[in-house]
């Protein structure tokens, strides 16, 4: 029997890496019956076969499980959205951040073409979610702005890219690790969007304690958490503290959120995020019963 880490999932097989040799496993049949998936990151037993293959027989407790993109046991999300092209949609982009806090991962964004932004832009976007609290950069991958600092923010740590298609996750990839050769595509002008370039979850090793793990875009995410308490998932509500237990920030009367809100001190568009997602929670509770 053997320890690897599982570094590529492919219709119904996995590459398992054990730190020198990657081989192609299939998982155990009980698995399917026993409702156990095998992750991307997914520390495993496997059970060699020959020189190049083997089958996963078990999988070791994960330290963290996101869903999109879907990954096991990585301690640090880069959440990747672009300026423009496709332009920055802030709700899909507190959605997103939102999940990965709730996945118990530490997120970081980060904000790509800047080249192709208006600077005042860039500035207004990036102090917003500085004032939240995130780690924030603004970069250009093209013009190799800031790439130094995506280097250092991964180093020693089991990263994951998630955003939506078409942000230039690759592309980052690409000019952190310039080995990968990973492929880029175009962004449709057409419907403004990426179109999927990036297939599947994929991890890289880019030194005996730095991993990245590249993922194809997404543009729909639900959130796993009750509404009541979306609201933890939001620091600059925390740091406010509304004395109101259970409160949903919502309607309540003398609720420190709103106020702060009111004041120009918590950003209307956070709010406005978070309203959203509280209702789709919401609706999705009511459906439930
Ligand atoms: N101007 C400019 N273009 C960029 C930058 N980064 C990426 N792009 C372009 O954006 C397009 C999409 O980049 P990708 O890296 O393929 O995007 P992705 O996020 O990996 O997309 P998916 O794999 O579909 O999820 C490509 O045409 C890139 O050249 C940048 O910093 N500046
Ligand atoms: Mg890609
Ligand atoms: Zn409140």
């Known amino acids: 029997?053997?320890?690897?880490?599982?570094?590529?999932?492919?219709?119904g097989f996995f590459d398992v890496n054990d730190g020198e040799v990657t081989r192609r496993c299939r998982a155990r049949g009980v698995f399917k019956k026993q409702g156990v998936t095998v992750l991307v990151g997914d520390?495993?037993?496997?059970?060699?076969?020959?020189?190049?293959?083997?089958?996963?027989?078990?999988?070791?407790p994960r330290s963290s499980e996101l869903v999109r993109p879907p990954?096991?046991?990585?301690?640090?999300a880069l959440v990747v959205f672009s300026f423009v092209t496709p332009d920055l949609t802030p709700l899909m982009?507190?959605?997103?951040?939102?999940?990965?806090?709730?996945a118990g991962v530490k997120p970081s964004i980060v904000f790509t073409k800047a080249d192709l932004a208006e600077p005042s832009f860039v500035e207004a976007?990036?102090?917003?979610?500085?004032?939240?609290?995130?780690?924030?950069l603004a970069i250009s991958a093209k013009q190799g702005e800031g790439?130094?600092?995506v280097r250092t923010l991964m180093q020693g740590r089991i990263n994951v890219f998630a955003g939506p298609s078409g942000a230039g996750k690759s592309t980052l990839a690409n000019a952190v690790a310039p080995g990968l050769k990973l492929q880029m595509g175009a962004v449709s002008e057409k419907i403004g969007r990426g179109r999927q370039t990036t297939r599947h979850v994929e991890l890289f090793q880019l030194d005996h304690e730095t991993w990245l793990a590249d993922a194809p875009g997404f543009s729909q995410l639900q959130l796993?958490?009750?509404a009541r308490e979306l609201g933890t998932f939001f620091p600059e509500f925390q740091k406010v503290n509304c004395a109101y237990?259970?409160?949903?920030?919502?309607?309540e009367e003398g609720c420190a959120v709103r106020a702060s809100v009111e004041r120009g001190e918590i950003a209307q568009s956070r709010y406005d995020s978070y309203q959203q997602m509280y209702h789709e929670i919401r609706e999705r509770e009511e459906n439930m019963y």
Request: with cysteine; aromatic share 4%; hydrophobic share 35%.
């Open 1 to 11: 029997m053997a320890t690897g880490r599982v570094i590529r999932a492919i219709s």
């Open 125 to 136: 976007v990036s102090s917003l979610y500085r004032k939240c609290g995130f780690q924030t």
């Open 147 to 149: 790439v130094e600092q």
């Open 43 to 60: 520390i495993v037993e496997y059970e060699p076969m020959g020189s190049q293959e083997g089958v996963v027989v078990s999988v070791h």
């Open 224 to 226: 796993s958490v009750p």
């Open 93 to 102: 982009l507190d959605k997103t951040i939102t999940s990965v806090l709730i």
């Open 245 to 251: 237990r259970g409160c949903s920030h919502l309607d």
């Open 71 to 76: 990954i096991a046991n990585t301690d640090h």
